[in-house]
């Protein structure tokens, strides 16, 4: 059978646009070394970037926490991605963007003052992480005995570029068939998947963590809240325990690279009907909606920043 081959990618690093083979950066990027810097997941739906704001301003406030300067605005943050998303062919297309910011080349030592200069990475290529009869019947997902990062140390609110914490969670679940991973907090709270928030529903209401269990502050999170209010569904921020989770009406997980994916087994238990609920299903096509009638057009965005605007 005739292998297809994929379309090589460009991608951004520093102002330039190399080829994927030739996209490199230095062994000496405390990025590499040390897992210094941050990064932001977004996608691009039908050729429009999903609220990009949120996310750049996600990405420099986590910058400003570990004092990593970042030189460049939101907006030409936002160039770039759509100069790279028009370059890989995504003008009316769904996409899935990368952009890392890593505090730069420095020396063998971890002390990031011998960085004098970070690193802006853009990819923008494609994702799915499951397959689409997840998205139908929903997730079996498993809790991690792996805590997630303490607030005492590094914040778990920033999108670091240390995820060793959840690799081990994800490898945790692949070894025992879970499709997902769920982390508790220090306390024994529910804090959220690997790269994913989680909500439950119980009793008509959408519950999810606050930030404070140790939950990063998700875009599509915030965007499934502002649709449930709009929806006049009531909602709330607060802590649960695994028998909350184990107890609820409904479950699902939210992520830009996962969307809204329904849950229903939690550690071989049953959630609801096993099936994806009402609720559940009516914030999956809220959600849908959304993403396909809001976004920054990046073929204009791009065309307007190439005329110098
Ligand atoms: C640890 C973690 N939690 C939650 C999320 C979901 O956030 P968002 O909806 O902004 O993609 C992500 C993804 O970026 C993540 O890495």
């Not at 429009?48 to 910058?63: D, K, S, V």
């Not at 490898?171 to 769920?182: F, V």
């Not at 999170?221 to 695994?242: K, Q, W, Y």
């Not at 849950?263 to 071989?268: F, H, L």
Request: proline share 5%; hydrophobic share 40%.
């Amino acid at each position: 059978m005739r292998k297809l081959s994929r379309m090589k990618m460009k991608v951004y690093i520093d102002g330039c646009l190399y080829d994927e083979s030739e996209a490199k950066i230095s062994v000496f990027d405390h990025g590499l070394l040390y897992g210094d810097g941050v990064f932001e997941g977004m996608r691009i739906y039908g050729g429009r970037l999903f609220r990009p704001e949120l996310h750049i301003a996600r990405l420099q406030q986590g910058a400003k926490v570990i004092q990593l300067d970042v030189p460049w605005t939101a907006d030409e943050m936002i160039d770039v991605i759509c100069r790279v998303a028009c370059e890989n062919g995504f003008t009316d297309k769904d996409a899935y963007c990368r952009v890392v910011v890593t505090r730069g080349k420095g020396n063998l030592g971890l002390d990031p003052s011998a960085c004098p200069k970070p690193s802006l990475i853009a990819i923008v290529g494609t994702i799915k992480l499951y397959p689409e009869e997840d998205y139908q019947n929903g997730l079996a997902v498993m809790t991690t005995a792996i805590r997630r990062n303490s607030p005492e140390s590094c914040p778990p609110q920033i999108k670091s570029l240390n995820y060793l914490n959840n690799i081990l969670a994800k490898l945790e679940a692949n070894r025992y068939g879970a499709k997902e991973a769920i982390f508790l907090n220090h306390l024994g709270y529910v804090a959220e998947a690997t790269a994913d928030n989680v909500f439950i529903v119980k009793n008509g209401r959408v519950l999810t963590p606050p930030v404070l269990a140790g939950a990063l502050p998700g875009i599509t999170r915030h965007s499934v809240l502002e649709l449930a209010a709009g929806l006049e569904i009531p909602t709330e921020e607060r802590n649960m325990l695994l028998i909350d989770l184990y107890g609820a009406d409904e479950c699902f997980l939210t992520g830009t690279a996962a969307k809204v994916v329904p849950v229903t087994r939690v550690d071989g238990r049953t959630i609801g009907t096993g099936r994806p609920g009402r609720i559940t299903r009516t914030l999956v096509s809220a959600f849908t909606k959304l993403t396909q009638e809001t976004g920054i057009p990046v073929a204009e965005r791009n065309a307007a920043a190439l005329s110098g605007r």
